[in-house]
DNA sequence: CATAAATATCATATGATCATGGGGAAATCA
DNA sequence: TGATTTCCCCATGATCATATGATATTTATG
């Protein structure tokens, strides 16, 4: 459903969330989520410049959250890794379905899409915290 | 949201819905929908062996639907594809999520997704004939 | 200034998806 | 039988997301 990327961007944001709110180093949340370094340092780099979470240079850095919890929808999180189209895409990969003659399905699938849209708009981090079997999850899906 | 190869599957399957019931070869799907014939013929394939579609060889043969358009639900063409996970799946990627702890989204999650997945098991391919002259250049009077 | 901590960036490997090409094999009909 | 039409199958390349590795750059501190 989410790419692995994505799924590591809500992850690293809810370890972030769930700390006191000092600077982590990506390493630190790598080794927790048991994510790549790298590669996690990556994802981090580019919820830096979505604004999503802040970074700190040099000893003592690390990355921040740059709003409080609950004041970030995970849509801004996952939508920097994934379309996310809200109502733009047709089930039939038509670019011009909305136009004349909508597909039958347009309808009807926007009905349904809509509410998954809404659900990424309107769930923020902090919903995703408590149950902490986020931070020291059990892997592989 | 579908790959292309699932769009692909959907289309032809809808073409073939389209026509008077004869079969059609595998080119002349292709060139009704601007797709690759080889790779079409792949997918074509690959619905035959699901029993989406029948295929007959020989001159006069082609591809045909294996049911009737109102009894085939696009899940039987598009999960042949993709993997379609009714619900199974946590947003966070964690296989033991609806364990002890389901993280808090789980719920939320499921109830926003599970329509998607009743989409497609309830939607039939007889329901994305009408209109859309893009798939089909229908000859229906 | 020198050193260490940390992010930032470049380069590359891997696997899945997307796409193309060509060589059969089966069915039909003359 | 032979020729045509069509499906069937295997091999190859292109592209992108995913993932990893190595290096450069910035910053704080002694």
Same mark, same amino acid.
């Given at each position: 459903?989410?790419?692995?990327? @994505?799924? $590591?961007?809500? *992850? @690293?944001?809810? $370890?972030?969330?769930?700390?006191?709110?000092?600077?982590?180093? +990506?390493? !630190?949340?790598? @080794?927790?989520?048991?994510?790549?370094?790298? $590669?996690? #340092?990556?994802? /981090?780099?580019? /919820?830096?410049?979505?604004?999503? &979470? !802040?970074?700190?240079?040099?000893?003592?850095?690390? $990355? *921040? /959250? +740059? *709003?409080?919890?609950? =004041?970030?929808?995970i849509?801004? &999180?996952?939508g !920097?890794?994934?379309? /996310?189209?809200?109502?733009?895409?047709?089930?039939?990969?038509?670019?011009?379905?909305?136009?004349?003659?909508?597909?039958?399905?347009?309808? *009807?699938?926007? =009905? %349904? #899409?809509?509410?998954?849209?809404a659900?990424?708009?309107?769930?923020?981090?902090?919903?995703?915290?408590?149950?902490?079997?986020? %931070?020291?999850?059990?892997?592989? @899906?």
């Amino acid at each position: 459903m989410l790419s692995k990327t @994505a799924q $590591y961007a809500l *992850r @690293a944001v809810i $370890y972030l969330a769930g700390g006191s709110g000092a600077p982590v180093p +990506a390493a !630190e949340v790598a @080794a927790g989520l048991e994510v790549p370094p790298n $590669y996690l #340092s990556k994802i /981090l780099h580019t /919820l830096s410049r979505a604004g999503v &979470v !802040e970074s700190e240079r040099g000893p003592g850095g690390g $990355y *921040r /959250l +740059a *709003r409080p919890a609950d =004041r970030i929808p995970i849509a801004d &999180v996952v939508g !920097e890794f994934e379309p /996310l189209a809200p109502g733009g895409g047709c089930l039939l990969g038509f670019a011009s379905c909305p136009g004349e003659h909508p597909c039958p399905a347009h309808e *009807r699938w926007q =009905r %349904v #899409s809509e509410p998954i849209a809404a659900f990424f708009r309107e769930t923020m981090v902090s919903e995703l915290l408590e149950s902490s079997g986020a %931070v020291a999850p059990t892997v592989h @899906a």
